[in-house]
T-cell receptor, first 112, second 114 residues
Framework: GQQLNQSPQSMFIQEGEDVSMNCTSS?????WLWYKQDPGEGPVLLIA?????ELTSNGRLTAQFGITRKDSFLNISASIPSDVGIYFC????????????FGTGTRLTIIP | NAGVTQTPKFRVLKTGQSMTLLCAQD?????MYWYRQDPGMGLRLIHY???????AKGEVPDGYNVSRLKKQNFLLGLESAAPSQTSVYFC?????????????FGSGTQLSVL
C-alpha cells in the first residue's frame, strides 16, 4: 500500500524559531492534509491542500502541495509553546479505492 | 458541543480477555471510523462505516469487530485481546466520505494488553 514518510521524526526547538517539516509519498495524491495532535487528544485538521503547487496559510502555519504531487511541506513561523504536539500529514487519492493515508508524524517539542 | 466521545479513556486487559470500545457522535455524521495509533506508524484505519447498519474493513481489521446499530454510535470489539493490540485507539466521524469534509476525532482510548 501507499506509504507516507514524514521528516523529521522529532524536533527540539526554542520558542520563537521557525519550523519546517515535510512528507513524501511513494505515489501521487490528489489532496494533502495536515493535522495536529495535542497531548492526550485526537488530531485536529490544520490545513487542506487540493491542487499541485498550492500554497495555503493558516495564521503562522503555511503548507504547500508539492509540484510532483508526491510531497507536501508544513512551516510554522515564530513558534510558541502551544505549538507543541505531533503533526501528521495525510494524503488522499480519490479515484477508485478512496482511502486517507496518514504519515508517521513529527513530534515538536519547544525548549523554554 | 460534545463532538466525538470515546469511552473508556484507559483500559488494561489480560491476553484473551474481551472488551468493547464505544464511540458516540452528536453531529449527525453518516461516516464513522476506527483508527489505531502506534509509535512511528501514524494512524491506521481498522474499520469504518458509511451509515447505520453498515461496516467495512480498513487497513488492519484482523482481531477486531465493529457494529453500527445506531447512526450516532460505532462500537469496536476485541474478542480475544493480544499484546499486539496494545495501542491508542481513535474514533472519527465525517459528514461525507470525502476529503472536502474534515474528520472529527475523539480524544482516544489507551489500551494495554498484558
Amino acid at each position: 500500500g501507499q506509504q507516507l514518510n514524514q521528516s523529521p521524526q522529532s524536533m527540539f526547538i526554542q520558542e520563537g524559531e521557525d519550523v519546517s517539516m515535510n512528507c513524501t509519498s511513494s505515489s501521487i495524491f490528489n489532496t494533502w492534509l495536515w493535522y495536529k495532535q495535542d497531548p492526550g487528544e485526537g488530531p485536529v485538521l490544520l490545513i487542506a491542500l487540493y491542487k499541485a503547487g498550492e500554497l495555503t496559510s493558516n495564521g503562522r502555519l503555511t503548507a504547500q502541495f508539492g509540484i510532483t504531487r508526491k510531497d507536501s511541506f508544513l512551516n510554522i513561523s515564530a513558534s510558541i509553546p502551544s505549538d507543541v504536539g505531533i503533526y501528521f500529514c495525510a494524503g488522499f487519492f480519490n479515484f477508485g479505492n478512496e482511502k486517507l493515508t496518514f504519515g508517521t508524524g513529527t513530534r515538536l517539542t519547544i525548549i523554554p | 458541543n460534545a463532538g466525538v466521545t470515546q469511552t473508556p479513556k484507559f483500559r488494561v486487559l489480560k491476553t484473551g480477555q474481551s472488551m468493547t470500545l464505544l464511540c458516540a457522535q452528536d453531529m449527525n455524521h453518516e461516516y464513522m471510523y476506527w483508527y489505531r495509533q502506534d509509535p512511528g506508524m501514524g494512524l491506521r484505519l481498522i474499520h469504518y462505516s458509511v451509515g447505520e447498519g453498515t461496516t467495512a474493513k480498513g487497513e488492519v481489521p484482523d482481531g477486531y469487530n465493529v457494529s453500527r446499530l445506531k447512526k450516532q454510535n460505532f462500537l469496536l470489539g476485541l474478542e480475544s485481546a493480544a499484546p499486539s493490540q496494545t495501542s491508542v485507539y481513535f474514533c472519527a466521524s465525517s459528514s461525507t466520505f470525502s476529503t472536502n469534509e474534515k474528520l472529527f476525532f475523539g480524544s482516544g482510548t489507551q489500551l494495554s494488553v498484558l
